[in-house]
């Protein structure tokens, strides 16, 4: 197992196999690789370049510096590697406050969303102190939709995300601080 991994940006949640803080330098290698991924990436924009990966990686660490919220970066607590990226966020004319994932392929089918995510909504209403939590999920996307409803979320309809995504179809997935007391206890 490796070290408790920390960055200067925000706090570091751990769970049983995952340690989820801040991005840092070092996840760009295995973010640049998941996120050339055409599979992985269908429903997050499609493949970027190294360059478009760098610039995004910057904007969420820019996020946890203006806003004290942001994409965690999901570390495997057994071999350190970087699984992923999930965390609470709320960009500029976002239509609530989110938790949204994406995992790298490699992560996938082992539990690791459901873990992290778990841990966040718990950071989302304990921490930062939300009423509400949704998720922006395009409606073909299955295996979000799933742990949405995993989470005890449920589908409140088609909505609108700003540029330059305003052209994707998003399904806002959400629920309310008391019901996350009430679904979290399913999960325990």
Not at 16 to 39: C, G, I
Not at 71 to 77: A, H, L, Q
Not at 111 to 126: H, P, S
Request: one cysteine or more; a negative charge.
């Amino acid at each position: 197992m490796i070290e408790r991994p920390t960055s200067p940006l925000g706090p570091t949640l751990e769970t049983e196999r995952l340690f989820l803080r801040p991005p840092t330098h070092d996840d760009f290698p295995r973010w640049a690789d998941f996120m050339s991924d055409p599979e992985t990436t269908r429903f997050i924009g499609g493949v970027q370049s190294k360059h478009e990966v760098w610039r995004a990686m910057a904007s969420v660490a820019g996020m946890w510096a203006l806003q004290g919220e942001g994409m965690f970066s999901v570390i495997e607590k057994a071999t350190g590697l970087w699984m992923g990226r999930i965390g609470p966020l709320h960009p500029y004319d976002w239509p609530g406050r989110e938790v949204g994932w994406s995992l790298h392929r490699d992560a996938t089918g082992k539990g690791y969303a459901v873990e992290a995510a778990a841990a966040t909504m718990d950071y989302a209403f304990d921490e930062l102190d939300w009423p509400d939590v949704i998720h922006c999920i395009d409606p073909d996307n299955r295996a979000s939709e799933k742990l949405a409803e995993r989470l005890g979320s449920t589908n409140r309809g088609p909505g609108a995300i700003p540029p330059p995504f305003h052209e994707h179809k998003v399904n806002l997935w959400g629920q309310t601080r008391d019901q996350w007391q009430e679904n979290r206890q399913r999960l325990r």
